[in-house]
């Protein structure tokens, strides 16, 4: 099993806001259950693989946006930058331009040349792991090495991220970035979930917890306001714009801003739902990508954490059924009762996510019988078992 799969399954200044610990989180997590099984759990094997894992990425060196050797337009190397992942030189043209996509097939010069997302992909996983090393062990050691990363991603002045994406998924030839750039980020809210794990440490001071909600303020600011939002942010109808709406919602949260994640959910994710999923369940703008189970996966997931981020602002999503009779509940029981129809059903790490999905459903939707549809009978990691 690779580390990938196993730390998978693991798991502004503008807008005013007001700093209180009632906005730390979690928020997709929920701090009650995994207090309840931090009790049951004691020092089981489970919690001896979490220490074994949470120890080794102890010993990974912490990088930075600012460690990239591509330099962005703007000449700061804090700002991210990623390319898109589908896009290839032109076979047309002498130089390659404009790059032509090719849909479900990875130009590896998106992360071999530009390392950002992978920098960023590593840094909240290793995150998720730290915090719930700290949150069941109490060992200090894995919350100074969370708020060591966070300082380098967020709080130094000369390392921390700049809070946009005006550089990201750029198109050689075509564009310098991308709206879409918002599925880069989609982590942060795991990453913010184990931040919030260890904030009854005395290494995570409210200094460190004011400046993250700063950052965040700013970024949610971004997403919401900036030209490239305004311009773009319409065009996203599929997952990407799935996980832009669990991000808007996120931050929210974070930065004190109930009754923005309150309108949001109102205003965007009830007509999304609509737009997403037909009468049987079927994600109807996945199905068509050649990776399609990949996508309706991870669509769904997304869906699963708005779902439960809903549930801060006392908003049942997990049983809502829209004013056309879709839903996050049709929507999941098709997935997992048409799977064999379905490119890449066996991918061990879509299982593992799947298997994760089920558990959550099991206790979230109401009159559910726990089935797994006839997937593969691969156990989940027992790491997961500490999350849902």
């Known amino acids: 099993m690779t580390r990938h799969i196993i730390i998978f399954t693991l798991i502004l200044s503008f807008l005013s806001f007001n700093i209180s610990r009632s906005a730390d989180g979690p928020f997709i997590l929920k701090r009650s259950e995994l207090e309840i099984k931090r009790r049951n759990i004691g020092n089981s094997k489970i919690v001896l693989d979490l220490i074994t894992q949470a120890d080794s990425v102890m010993k990974i060196k912490i990088k930075s946006i600012t460690d990239k050797k591509i330099i962005p337009p703007s000449g700061d190397k804090r700002d991210f930058v990623s ?21 479900g097939k990875t130009n590896p010069e998106s992360y071999k040349l530009v390392k950002d997302r992978s920098y960023l992909y590593e840094m909240c996983r290793n995150a998720e792991i730290l915090g719930l090393a700290y949150f069941y062990t109490g060992n200090e050691k894995y919350a100074i090495r969370l708020k060591n990363i966070v300082e380098a991603w967020f709080l130094n002045s000369k390392t921390r991220m700049n809070p946009n994406l005006n550089y990201g998924q750029y198109i050689p030839g075509r564009v310098d970035g991308r709206i879409q750039s918002v599925v880069d980020t989609r982590d942060f809210v795991y990453l913010l979930d184990a931040i919030a794990l260890i904030n009854n440490s005395p290494n995570w001071t409210s200094s460190n917890q004011k400046g993250l909600q700063q950052w965040f303020s700013e970024f949610l600011e971004w997403l919401l306001y900036s030209k490239m939002s305004k311009n773009e942010v319409k065009s996203l109808n599929n ?150």
Request: proline share 2%.
């Open 239 to 388: 997952n990407i714009g799935t996980a832009y709406d669990m991000q808007v919602i996120y931050y929210s949260l974070f930065v004190g801003k109930k009754s923005l994640a309150k309108d949001f959910i109102k205003n965007s994710v009830y007509r999304r739902i609509n737009e997403q999923f037909d009468l049987a369940g079927r994600q109807i703008l996945e199905e068509v990508r050649n990776n399609d189970f990949g996508y309706s996966v991870a669509n769904l997931r997304y869906w699963f954490n708005i779902a439960s981020l809903a549930e801060n602002v006392n908003i049942d999503l997990w049983n809502y059924q829209s004013t056309q009779k879709k839903s996050i509940k049709a929507a999941y029981q098709y997935l997992i009762t048409n799977n064999k129809n379905f490119k890449n059903k066996s991918d061990p790490s879509l299982i593992q996510s799947m298997n994760a999905m089920t558990r959550r459903a099991a206790n979230r939707f109401k009159n559910y019988k726990l089935s797994n549809g006839g997937l593969s009978s691969l156990s989940l990691m027992d790491i997961e078992l500490l999350k849902n």
């Open 83 to 103: 390319m898109g992942q589908y896009w290839w030189p032109n076979p047309n043209t002498k130089n390659g331009l404009p790059y032509i996509r090719r849909d």
